[in-house]
């Protein structure tokens, strides 16, 4: 089992900046794809960013390509998705989620663990 439990959201001014952390405990974190995914209100849940085991490989979902950077630290066992440019559309729970296979994975139903999410709020 891996315990994962986001934070850093909370409400920010359009244009404003958030970084979210994921602290993982339970097993060995480096042997974990790490992802983080987003639910708006009334929207099915969406990738957002994913990044390799060592953290040399990323991947992101055009649309938050360039405002987005994930990035982990393996001896600190947490993830983390830096947020730039804050657009009252990236309004959303955000979830980190890890994945014990190989690979980086978009699709939510790869990734075996989950987070309980936080809220990122963005004011217009």
């Known amino acids: 089992q891996v315990q994962l439990v986001e934070s850093g959201g909370g409400l920010v001014q359009t244009g404003g900046s958030l970084r979210l952390s994921c602290a993982a405990s339970g097993r060995t974190f480096s042997n974990y794809f790490m992802g983080w995914f987003r639910q708006a209100p009334g929207k099915e849940r969406e990738f957002v960013a994913a990044?390799?085991?060592?953290?040399?490989?990323?991947h992101y979902a055009d649309s938050w390509k360039g405002r987005f950077t994930i990035s982990r630290d393996n001896y600190k066992n947490t993830v983390y998705l830096q947020m730039n440019t804050l657009k009252p559309e990236d309004t959303a729970v955000y979830y980190c989620a890890a994945k014990a296979s190989y690979g980086l994975a978009y699709s939510g139903s790869e990734y075996d663990y989950w987070g309980q999410g936080t809220q990122v709020t963005v004011s217009s």
């Open positions: 990044i390799n085991l060592s953290g040399s490989s990323t």
